[in-house]
C-alpha cells in the first residue's frame, strides 16, 4: 500500500535519540528542547519559540494569551481540520466561522475585512481574534486581516501547522514565512505533517512577553523552580528531550523535505494537465509547503468510490475536511456562508505526498487515478456527466 504521508527519518534522527538515552534526559528537561527551539525561531523568522506537547496544546495557549474567553468572539476558517475550532472551544470563546474562498480553499478574508467592517459601523460584536489557517500550507491572503488588526486592534493568531516552510514570494510580505506574521503562530509535528517529532508542536511569537508567558503557561504556571507555588491554571503542555530530538533532526532536513514536496506537486500537476482536474491552487504570491496534495475531481464523480477504487490499486488516498459546519460541535455556530468550504469537501481528494515518494509510485498513482476518474483518457463523456 502506498501510503498518504509518512515521516522520513534516515538523517540524525536515531542519533539523536541514543543521545536522549544515554544521558537519561527524556523528560521535558534536557538540551534538545532549547537547541530544537532556537533552530526553529530562526528557520521561520519568529523571535522566539516554545516547544508544546502537540498542534492543539500550542494552538491553545496562543488563543488564551491573545485573550481568549467565554464571550471572546474567534472567527476561523470554516475548511479546516477540526482541531483549530476545538482549541477555540477550550478557552470558552465563541465561533464565526468564514467561508473559504475558492483561489487559495483559504478563509475569505475579504468577505471578513467587509463584514467587521460593516458591524462596526452599526456597533455590533466583532471578533477579538482571528485564527487564520493555512490550509493545505498554502499562505492565506492576510493584508486585508492586518489591515483589520491596525483598525481594531484584533489579535491575528495563525494555525501554520500545515505550513512550516511556506511564505510570501512578492509584496509587502515577501520573504516572509507563514506562522511569523501574526500576533502568534502554531505548528505541529504529528506524524504526518511537514516534519514530525512523533507528536508535538511549537508556538512562535515576536513578543517576549508572550513568549514567556507562554512557557509559563505550558509548565502548570509553577512560579517558582523551588516549591510547588502556581499563580494561574496552567497545563502540562511541554515537548519532552525525546521529542524534541527527533525535531531538531527532522529540522536538518527540512529544506530538502520542502524541495521534494514541491517536485511532488509539479509532477502531480503535469500528470493531469489537461484531465478535467482540479489541482490544488497556488496564487502568484504564494510559496507553499506543498503539505498534502489534493485536487477536485468532476462534480459527478463519487469521492467515496474514488477512495475505495484508488484503496483497491494499493493507494491510499483521502477526501478533505468537511466544513466546521457540517460537524456535530459546530453546527450551530454563527458563520459567513460556506458553500465553497462544502463544495472542496464535496470533490476535494488528497494523494500521497510523502517526502520519499519515487517518482515510479508518483506516476502509478496518477496514472490509476485517470483511469478510474476518466476512463476516456482526460474528457468526459456526455454519457458519465449525466
Ligand atoms: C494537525 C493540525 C492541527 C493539530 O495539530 P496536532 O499536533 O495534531 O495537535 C491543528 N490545525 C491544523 C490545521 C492541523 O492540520
Known amino acids: 500500500m502506498i501510503p498518504l504521508l509518512e515521516p522520513t527519518l534516515d538523517g ?97 478574508t475579504e468577505m471578513l475585512h467587509d463584514y467587521v467592517m460593516s458591524r462596526a459601523r452599526n456597533g455590533d460584536q466583532i471578533p477579538a481574534i482571528i485564527l487564520v489557517v493555512h ?54 509535528f504529528n506524524g504526518n505533517k511537514m516534519i514530525t517529532t512523533g507528536g508535538g508542536g511549537m508556538l512562535v511569537t515576536r513578543d517576549a512577553q508572550m513568549s514567556a508567558r507562554a512557557r509559563h503557561l505550558t509548565t502548570q504556571a509553577r512560579t517558582s523552580s523551588a516549591g510547588y507555588w502556581h499563580d494561574d491554571i496552567g497545563y502540562n503542555y511541554r515537548l519532552t528531550n525525546i521529542a524534541a530530538a527527533l525535531g531538531l533532526a527532522q529540522m536538518e532536513r527540512l529544506s530538502n523535505i520542502l524541495e521534494r514536496k514541491k517536485e511532488i506537486a509539479k509532477r502531480y500537476n503535469e500528470y493531469f494537465r489537461g484531465a478535467e482536474l482540479v489541482p490544488m ?7 507553499p509547503s506543498y503539505w498534502l496534495y489534493s485536487l477536485l475531481v468532476p462534480e459527478h464523480y463519487s469521492c467515496r468510490k474514488l477512495g475505495a477504487e484508488m ?34 469537501y464535496n470533490r476535494g481528494v488528497s494523494l500521497p505526498s510523502s517526502a520519499h515518494l519515487t517518482k515510479y509510485d508518483q506516476l502509478t498513482i496518477a496514472t490509476k487515478l485517470k483511469s478510474v476518474l476518466l476512463p476516456t483518457g482526460g474528457r468526459i463523456t456526455s454519457e458519465r456527466a449525466q
Not at 481540520?81 to 467561508?99: E, K, M, P
Not at 495563525?158 to 507563514?178: F, I, V
Not at 491552487?281 to 510559496?287: E, F, G, L, N, Y
Open 311 to 344: 484503496a483497491g490499486y494499493g493507494i491510499s488516498t483521502r477526501r478533505l475536511w468537511p466544513p466546521l459546519h457540517k460537524q456535530l460541535p459546530y453546527a450551530n455556530c454563527r458563520r459567513l456562508d460556506g458553500i465553497v468550504a462544502e463544495g472542496i
Open 135 to 188: 490550509v493545505l500550507g498554502h499562505p492565506a491572503a492576510v493584508e486585508p486581516l492586518l489591515e483589520l488588526k491596525e483598525k481594531f486592534d484584533i489579535k491575528i493568531v495563525e494555525d501554520a501547522a500545515e505550513a512550516l516552510g511556506a511564505g510570501w514570494n512578492s509584496g509587502r510580505l515577501a520573504d516572509r514565512q507563514t506562522g511569523a506574521i501574526g500576533d502568534l503562530g502554531c505548528f505541529s
Open 281 to 287: 491552487p497556488k496564487a502568484a504570491w504564494a510559496d
Open 12 to 108: 540524525n534522527e536515531a542519533r539523536y535519540l541514543q543521545e536522549c538515552i544515554d544521558s537519561g534526559y527524556v523528560s521535558s528537561v534536557g538540551p534538545f528542547v532549547e537547541r530544537f527551539e532556537r533552530e526553529f525561531a530562526k528557520a521561520v523568522g519568529a523571535q522566539h519559540a516554545v516547544a508544546c506537547a502537540s498542534g492543539t496544546a500550542a494552538l491553545h495557549v496562543a488563543l488564551r494569551l491573545a485573550g481568549a474567553q467565554p464571550g471572546t468572539l474567534v472567527a476561523v476558517s470554516d475548511f479546516t481540520f477540526i482541531a483549530s475550532a476545538n482549541a477555540i472551544s477550550y478557552t470558552g470563546a465563541d465561533l464565526l466561522l468564514v467561508d473559504s474562498e475558492p483561489s487559495t480553499w483559504n478563509m475569505n
